[in-house]
Nanobody
Framework: QVQLVESGGGLVQAGGSLRLSCAVSGRAFSSSAMGWFRQAPGKQREFAAA????????NYADSVKGRFTISRDNAKNTVYLQMNSLKPEDTAIYYCAATWSGGRYYYTGVSEYGYWGQGTQVTVSS
């Protein structure tokens, strides 16, 4: 079965950086489109970043644009989220998501992804 396992979360001071990783197994990673979402306490899960199967197309939420970078290594079956200039409002559980329904594009909606990881906590202190 398909498995997505996130890692790399933690506690960081405002202005710091973290890199999240999401390892995918159980299906051909190179034909998937991938996304990162986040959910803060008491809020709905929201889109952060997305990438197409080749990595040639990416998309970001306005709130993270210019600070976060999504990338993928198809040889390692892994997608990354490099997060720089972190702010306290970035505090959330971060989830990676995968879809094989048209991997040449990127997707920004929660309902467009069929597979999710368990999440990794990111806490940014002020």
């Amino acid at each position: 079965q398909v498995q997505l396992v996130e890692s790399g979360g933690g506690l960081v001071q405002a202005g710091g950086s973290l890199r999240l990783s999401c390892a995918v197994s159980g299906r051909a990673f190179s034909s998937s489109a991938m996304g990162w979402f986040r959910q803060a306490p008491g809020k709905q899960r929201e889109f952060a970043a997305a990438i197409s199967w080749s990595g040639g197309s990416t998309n970001y939420a306005d709130s993270v644009k210019g600070r976060f970078t999504i990338s993928r290594d198809n040889a390692k079956n892994t997608v990354y989220l490099q997060m720089n200039s972190l702010k306290p409002e970035d505090t959330a559980i971060y989830y990676c998501a995968a879809t094989w329904s048209g991997g040449r594009y990127y997707y920004t909606g929660v309902s467009e992804y069929g597979y999710w990881g368990q999440g990794t906590q990111v806490t940014v202190s002020s």
